[in-house]
């Protein structure tokens, strides 16, 4: 079946560490692909997106996601976590020929100092 | 910036209670959408409008409907609560039309948390 699949339910990283979250899709042809963060009582925030081109996306808050279309992934990384980013992270994606953004189940980040 | 307002923050009804869910968005958007988001769930598309009295079904419409009467209000009804539909409920907007609207980011309100008993 078609999906997009966050396989991370609950990260825990030290304040300072880096942080990969994993976003993989099953669709025929590359997606439109995004990252979203909701912080808590918050509602989404769009940290990045990729359409086409180069396959490191910069974000926004120093976030970067890499697209791998061997992998079919398209995960997000930070080089050094924030207590600030603790909060939930969404991978969403458009399919090809559709206009329907279709979300991950997200993956909650909690940050020690 | 872009605002969403979502009316409530917090609501709490009985079943079988028809529930009106308002979202009003300030920036001229023709798109907005309407999500509920549940534990292990993410988010899950009900309605979606690209233009005033125009509305399209999304992932799970059944138990929904919506009303677009201005650009700038969706509104989410649920004709008869049920305490299925207790959940976390999201508006959001963006600009564009169709597939191009994927290109503007869809800016959210902070949701009205539903609860239905």
């Known amino acids: 079946a078609q999906s997009v699949t966050q396989p991370d339910i609950h990260i825990t990283v030290s304040e300072g560490a880096s942080l990969e979250l994993r976003c993989n899709y099953s669709?025929?042809?590359?997606?439109?692909l995004f990252w979203y963060v909701q912080s808590p009582g918050q509602g989404l925030q769009l940290l990045l997106k990729?359409?086409?081109?180069?396959?490191l996306v910069q974000g926004i808050k120093g976030f970067e996601a890499e697209f791998k279309r061997s992998q079919s992934s398209f995960n997000l990384r930070k080089p050094s976590v924030h207590w600030s980013d603790a909060a939930e992270y969404f991978c969403a994606v458009v399919p090809y020929n559709t206009d329907k953004l279709i979300f991950g189940t997200g993956t909650r980040l909690q940050v020690f100092p | 910036d872009v605002k969403v307002t979502q009316s409530s923050r917090y609501l709490v009804k009985r079943t079988g209670e028809k529930v009106f869910l308002e979202c009003v968005q300030d920036m001229d958007h023709e798109n907005m959408f309407w999500y509920r988001q549940d534990p292990g769930l993410g988010l899950r598309l009900i309605y979606f409008?690209?233009?005033?009295?125009?509305?399209e079904k999304g992932d799970i419409p059944e138990g929904y409907s919506v009303s677009r009467e201005k650009k700038e209000r969706f509104s989410l009804i649920l004709e008869s609560a049920s305490t299925n539909q207790t959940s976390m409920y999201l508006c959001?907007?963006?600009?564009?039309?169709?597939?191009?609207?994927?290109?503007?980011?869809?800016?959210f309100g902070n949701g009205t948390r539903l609860t239905v008993t």
């Open positions: 990729y359409f086409s081109g180069d396959t």
């Open positions: 959001a907007s963006s600009a564009g039309q169709g597939l191009s609207s994927y290109n503007s980011p869809l800016h």
């Open positions: 669709y025929g042809a590359t997606p439109y």
């Open positions: 409008s690209y233009d005033v009295k125009m509305k």
